[in-house]
């Protein structure tokens, strides 16, 4: 191809022209798959703006009138200001359980030496596996043991722990990867082992810690299930609880139930947002190569 | 062995001993429950237990052949999951890896479906395949396939496909998210040196890129296993697992068994059946790709 | 971040966490606890515990356990280490609630419900089939002491609903519904004439096939002989059984059913309805509130599915619907009988069936009830209920035929395949259950 442009002004031309069109197409589908993403969420927000009887009949981009009051009635009916505190104190204290128990374990499987690594390793792997379907009654039971029913700290260890198979398994595979010498030479310097890892190693693997961070908090933040067995009083109960108000047994009031799932889903995508800058700055910016 | 040795090795062991302590109290107990409880014939309620030893498992391998059908239904969404939808996945990291204009965008709104809840979901799927009103059909009928439209839901040929595709669609978010940090690890200077060289973007992808990544694709492709055969509330949300038995799956069974019939101990020996196939697939993935490493 | 930031991180946690602890607070004698589902009634009862303290200055607590799998699930889990508060409900079929019996968790009310009071007893005020869901007949299969475990706080039946506008849009009389098979199938004949589509029913979820299946299994054979299958001695490959089985063959080719109904879920096929894309449709009373909030305008009647035969009646599923129990093993048992008396007496009745547009337990709140209401609760009369058979069927048989149904109605088997199938099913259970009792 390069023979045919001999001159080399019409040689950038032709690599621009063929940077513009590549960079169209592929932005023709980035927008297309963008587009399926987008509509339920579209969808979700004009409902949220319709009333019961419009939600499944009028089919508008917008509806002509919306009801924007219908965020107003969410919010109190479903009590989201309390509910909003609770989750937010859970899913910091999960997330930060997680990322720290989950990366000082994938750092020890990865790097350190103890007696039944590897066996403890596929053991716990293991858990992801197994869907306990019955384990509900027994995680009762054991909760009621430890007299850990209805507290907050019995509904976040059993959440840390059933993220730490995924944490572990996620960060020892970032860290079994990452280059080895800066620690050595920190060693070197006569640095502890939990030195290295804080300061090190963690830093290095802050792509995956971001990403094991997103799952967690979008897990913790959709949790309702083990809130409904774990937890009794209402002042205890996460943002979840706050949707089961428009979902009744027959009835389920489409609007508002909308409204509430914009509400709750908007600080996730926040955070996301947020933590998606340390998946870009990732290894690069820290510059540690070789 | 020498002080510091010990000393070494207990310092070591520090590290797992949090996620050791956690997983000992609350995995643990509640896995032994399960498996004690499997080889009963408790209904989840009563007081009273009668051991059936292995009796359940029995059944199970020998009389259910439901089950096995179930097994095989995740099987084939697995297999579509695994292909299209992390393939799906990996292009699209790889495109938003790239210096592109609003890459930002693009990667908040991928991760849209996994964050949005399955009522919206199961609402929007179920409109999309309706037989009458659906959007699929209709879109069919304005580009002159109308021959095509059918209920896609409840079509026996299409009801697992019509699935699959929900979930795959719902999914592509997690892989995506994951092969990004992963492509993201990757060195930049590779890159430039490879270019420098005169290297296309495939030979690129091929010889640096893909290497690299293989320990990425092998956790992704592992949490993909896991994650669609123990699909189960997108099959409640649209199909409840049928027509007929077309689309159940293995939890949509063990969870039947447990509630709708009452046979916890039996739901118990699904589970654990179940379990260790997964458990087994995953050891099987793990072992290829360290052969797949080695080479 | 700096040791000391992490430090700082963890008390902090600590603090949060333990503030948490310290919730568990001694209940006393006057305040009742109640565990409930119904999100929908969440406000109404807040509102009727708020009544009942300043009336007899008893608290009670309403706790929210939503949706009804986990509720179930958390009465199963609680059971297990006797934390079950004062009130709650056995969600599920009646075996269940004979193990929760049996477990000592569920107190009898038969004495409370029988005791004479001004105004007669508490029984007489419950319409005729409310109680029967929670009782048990002497000599029952699970051998439980004849009693009424339970009391409902409405009643429902589950029956055929018809579109008027679109009845006389097809040139059809609106206030003459099908009494009979062949009618039905000639007026749905006449419907897709002018381009209106049929019957719209839930049957991704199976218990409405099984609903229907049942009505119909009923009005050909008779009970004695629908009761006697279930008994093992009549087979499923009988006649009557394979009729029952063909009606839904028949569903299917005149292309009656809705094109996709037999995997819908109930919101997709109450839209269907509410929204005029179908002239009948298969639901229980809980189904007017529904479409009230959807299609304010719906103009539809209640009936009876219509008769395969005449020569027995046609009953519905129905009765007694959400029903609520009292801790055995409560201390405050009599404050929560006394709870439940009042509950389910007439004011209050009314005012949890206005509320919710719900049929009221209570025979005396019928009061001013919508005309589709009215019509329903008209026929509570023709109802029964799998929790009223004498004997039951094994749920491994029962979803069997239900997911064979769904098969014929998607034309992949025929009715005689499916009688086979699920005759088979029926004789691996038996033959288990032969084993089981040496």
């Not at chain 1, 290095?204 to 309702?224: G, K, M, S």
């Amino acid at each position: 191809m390069k023979d045919i442009f001999v001159s080399p002004g019409s040689e950038v031309n032709y690599e621009i022209a063929k940077k513009t069109t590549a960079s169209f197409f592929i932005h023709a589908l980035l927008i297309l798959v963008s587009l399926t993403c987008l509509f339920p969420l579209w969808w979700a927000f004009a409902s949220s703006l319709k009333t019961q009887q419009t939600v499944f009949t009028d089919l508008s981009f917008f509806p002509k009138h919306p009801h924007w009051e219908n965020y107003a009635a969410a919010w109190t009916q479903a009590d989201f200001g309390l509910y909003f505190l609770n989750s937010l104190i859970y899913t910091t204290a999960v997330v930060a359980g997680v990322l720290f128990i989950a990366s000082l374990g994938a750092y020890a499987f990865s790097r350190l030496r103890f007696p039944g690594k590897n066996i403890l390793f596929l053991v716990i792997i293991s858990t992801m596996m197994i869907p306990i379907p019955g384990s509900f009654i027994a995680l009762y039971v054991l909760l009621n043991k430890l007299h850990l029913i209805n507290t907050r700290l019995g509904y976040i260890l059993p959440q840390i722990n059933g993220q730490l198979a995924l944490g572990i398994f996620l960060l020892k595979t970032f860290f079994d990867d990452l280059p080895k010498e800066l620690e050595d030479s920190a060693r070197m310097d006569g640095c502890g082992r939990f030195r290295i890892y804080w300061n090190i190693a963690l830093p290095l693997a802050r792509p995956a810690i971001a990403v094991l961070a997103i799952f967690t908090i979008l897990a913790v933040w959709n949790e309702y299930l083990l809130a409904m067995l774990v937890l009794g009083d209402k002042s205890l109960m996460p943002l979840q609880r706050g949707l089961m108000v428009f979902q009744g047994a027959h009835v389920t009031q489409y609007p508002l139930l909308m409204a509430g799932i914009v509400i709750t889903v908007l600080p996730v995508l926040a955070v996301y947002l947020a933590l998606q800058k340390y998946i870009i700055k990732g290894i690069t910016t820290a510059a540690v190569q070789g | 062995m020498s002080y510091f040795k010990a000393r070494k090795i207990i310092g070591d062991t520090i590290f797992i001993l949090p996620a050791f302590l956690l997983f000992f109290t609350f995995s643990l107990y509640p896995f032994f429950k399960v498996f004690e409880l499997s080889a009963t014939d408790w209904d989840g309620i009563s007081r009273s237990v009668q051991w059936v030893g292995l009796a359940n498992f029995k059944d199970l391998l020998t009389e259910n052949p439901t089950f096995w059908l179930s097994m095989r239904n995740a099987f084939y969404i697995t297999f579509l999951a695994l292909t299209a939808q992390n393939l799906a996945a990996l292009f699209l990291a790889w495109l938003c890896d790239r210096d592109i204009k609003g890459g930002n965008v693009y990667r908040v709104i991928f991760y849209l479906p996994p964050v949005l809840s399955g009522i919206v979901v199961g609402l929007i799927w179920n409109w999309i395949y309706d037989g009458n009103y659906g959007l699929l059909n209709h879109f069919l009928s304005f580009i002159g396939l109308g021959d095509l439209s059918r209920a896609w839901l409840s079509n026996r040929k299409t009801a697992l496909t019509a699935v699959a595709v929900i979930h795959m669609w719902k999914g592509f978010g997690w892989g995506f998210v994951i092969l990004l940090a992963g492509l993201q690890s990757i060195p930049r200077e590779l890159y430039e040196a490879a270019r420098v060289d005169g290297a296309n973007g495939w030979v690129v992808f091929k010889n640096i890129t893909a290497p690299l990544m293989i320990p990425v694709f092998i956790l992704v492709s592992i949490l993909t296993i896991l994650g669609t055969m123990q699909i189960f509330d997108i099959i409640i949300a649209t199909t409840g697992g049928g027509p007929g038995y077309h689309t159940e799956v293995p939890i949509t069974r063990i969870v039947s068994t447990m509630i709708a019939s009452s046979q916890f101990g039996y739901a118990c020996a699904m589970g654990v059946l179940f379990g260790l196939i997964l458990l087994a697939l995953s050891m099987i993935q793990i072992q290829v790709s360290k052969r797949v490493r080695q080479v | 971040m700096s040791y000391v930031c992490v430090r700082g991180f963890i008390i902090l946690l600590f603090v949060v966490l333990v503030s948490g602890c310290g919730s568990l607070d001694k209940k006393d004698l006057n305040t009742v606890t109640v565990w409930h589902w119904m999100s929908d009634r969440e406000s109404v009862f807040q509102a009727l515990a708020n009544r009942f303290e300043n009336e007899t200055h008893i608290k009670v607590k309403f706790e929210l356990y939503a949706p009804s799998e986990s509720y179930a699930q958390k009465v199963k889990a609680a059971a297990q280490t006797d934390t079950l508060p004062d009130i709650f409900a056995v969600l599920g079929e009646k075996r269940d609630l004979a193990s929760f019996i049996k477990s000592g968790a569920v107190a009898d009310l038969t004495g409370a419900l029988n005791k004479p009071e001004d105004g007669g007893t508490w029984k007489s005020q419950f319409f005729e089939k409310a109680l029967a869901v929670n009782e048990f007949l002497p000599d029952n299969e699970y051998g439980i002491k004849a009693g009424i475990y339970g009391v409902s706080i409405d009643v429902a039946a589950i029956q055929m609903l018809y579109n008027r506008k679109l009845y006389r849009k097809a040139g059809l009389d609106p206030d003459k519904p099908p009494q009979t098979w062949e009618e039905f199938l000639e007026h749905c004949k006449t419907l897709k004439e002018n381009g209106i589509p049929c019957f719209v029913g839930y049957f991704g979820e199976i218990w409405a096939i099984d609903a229907l299946a049942s009505n119909y299994a009923m009005n050909l054979m008779g009970e004695d002989k629908y009761f006697k299958t279930f008994e093992g001695k009549v087979p499923y490959t009988d006649p009557d059984w394979v009729r029952v089985l063909s009606l839904f063959k028949e569903l299917a080719d005149e292309r009656i059913l809705v094109d996709g109904a037999v995997t819908m879920v109930s919101k997709s096929a109450e839209q269907t309805f509410a929204n005029e894309r179908a002239a009948y449709t298969f639901n229980g009373s809980w189904c007017v509130h529904v479409y009230k909030g959807m299609n304010p305008d719906l103009d539809y009647g209640a009936m009876l599915p219509p008769r395969l035969s005449k020569e027995h009646p046609m009953k519905v599923w129905g009765g007694g619907a959400s029903s609520f129990v009292v801790n055995d093993q409560s201390f405050r048992r009599a404050n929560a009988i006394q709870f439940l008396k009042w509950l389910t007496k007439e004011k209050q009745q009314s005012t949890l069936a206005a509320e919710t547009e719900n049929l009221p337990a209570n025979k005396k709140s019928l009061g001013k009830l919508s005309k589709v209401l009215a019509e329903f609760a008209d026929d509570i009369r023709y109802t029964t209920h799998p929790n009223v058979f004498p004997v039951h069927e094994d749920p491994e048989v029962t979803v069997a035929l239900d997911k064979g149904i769904q098969s014929i109605l998607i034309g992949e088997k025929t009715p005689e395949q499916i009688a086979q199938a699920v005759q088979r099913v029926k004789e691996k259970v038996m033959k288990k259950s032969h084993q089981g009792q040496p």
